[in-house]
């Protein structure tokens, strides 16, 4: 019997400037299991950089980049394996 991956964890950095939503998102994800996705929310306008060159360095894959209603970032991104 294989372990199924984590379905989904979501995280709220909004309010939080560079780096940190970055920083939160990457100490949430170490907790992760491989596969496993995380939903980050973050309003810091740095963001829209950050977060793609972080999964890009870390060997996560960005899955989805939109904008809530409110103007939010909402990010998807998968856990790489170790």
């Known amino acids: 019997m294989t372990e199924e991956p984590d379905m989904e964890s979501e ?3 909004r309010g939080l400037k560079c780096p ?4 939160k998102a ?6 992760m ?3 496993s996705r995380l939903r980050l929310i973050a ?3 740095a963001a829209i950089v950050d977060a ?7 060997g996560h ?3 989805d980049t ?3 209603f409110e103007g939010a970032l909402i990010f998807v991104i998968e856990r790489g394996g170790d």
């Not at 940190?20 to 920083?23: A, K, T």
């Not at 990457?26 to 907790?31: E, F, I, P």
């Open 66 to 68: 939109r904008r809530n």
């Open 43 to 45: 309003d810091d306008p």
């Open 33 to 35: 299991r491989p596969g």
């Open 61 to 63: 894959k960005l899955i």
């Open 52 to 58: 793609p060159h972080y999964c890009a360095e870390q």
């Open 26 to 31: 990457h100490k949430r994800l170490q907790g």
């Open 11 to 13: 995280m709220d950095a």
């Open 20 to 23: 940190l939503p970055v920083l």
